[in-house]
């Protein structure tokens, strides 16, 4: 157990790590990772899906740790496009201190960041999409509020232990040459390919990609 990690002292984050600490650094500890590590978050709407990749010291890659069950989601595969729609967005977001929300209405919650600059210059609309506890959903991830306790205590580690914000990627699927294929003849076809470029750096590299908009399509490092 790491003796330097700061925690939340806000009741409910507070309370909720008090609960999952001990099984999660036990399985951090197995795994060769630890608890305030940076943090990668993918989701896949198909498979309802969400996995957290924790760093590992010593490879500086990002290892699988949890990959949890979506209790609820609502809409169909595509990208969110305007306010109101039920739809999760599908696309690469990322999550500062001030996005994390300890006083949730859904227990406890980060903010994704949708729209970001790429639905921005596609003109979608839409706010206050989140990961939260709960089962119900309107746009967001619901994850019932055992699982959000974990996931919130290990994002919340990492932003009180350095990292500056941690990325979440929704896919509408895992892009799969197979599944891909599937795809054709889309109307999301191009938008998909794009993010596949995303998703393929990370299966490569198992770094998540910087990502910039140009010119309305997302670019990667």
């Not at 990627?169 to 794009?194: L, Q, V, Y």
């Not at 490569?204 to 908009?213: A, D, L, Q, R």
Request: proline letters at 7%.
């Amino acid at each position: 157990m790491r003796t330097d990690l700061v925690l939340s002292d806000e009741p409910r984050p507070a309370e909720a790590a008090s609960r999952v600490r001990p099984q999660l650094d036990r399985d951090l500890g197995e795994a060769g990772l630890r608890l305030g590590d940076p943090i990668f978050i993918r989701a896949f709407k198909e498979e309802n899906q969400v996995e957290i990749h924790v760093r590992n010291e010593i490879s500086g890659k990002y290892d699988l740790f949890r990959t949890y069950k979506v209790a609820a989601a609502s809409g169909t595969l595509g990208p969110k496009m305007s306010e109101g729609d039920g739809q999760v967005p599908e696309g690469f977001y990322h999550v500062p201190p001030g996005a994390m929300n300890p006083l949730s209405q859904f227990h406890l919650s980060f903010n994704i960041g949708f729209p970001n600059a790429y639905d921005q210059f596609h003109q979608r609309t839409g706010s206050l999409i989140m990961i939260h506890g709960n089962q119900v959903s309107l746009g967001c991830l619901a994850m019932t509020d055992p699982k959000i306790e974990e996931i919130y205590t290990l994002a919340d580690a990492a932003l009180r232990n350095g990292q500056a914000f941690f990325r979440v990627h929704i896919f509408p699927f895992r892009m799969t040459d197979e599944r891909m294929a599937r795809a054709s003849g889309s109307p999301h076809e191009e938008f998909w390919k794009n993010l596949r470029e995303g998703y393929a750096l990370f299966e490569k590299n198992h770094i998540p990609p910087n990502v910039e908009v140009k010119d309305g399509r997302y670019i990667f490092e």
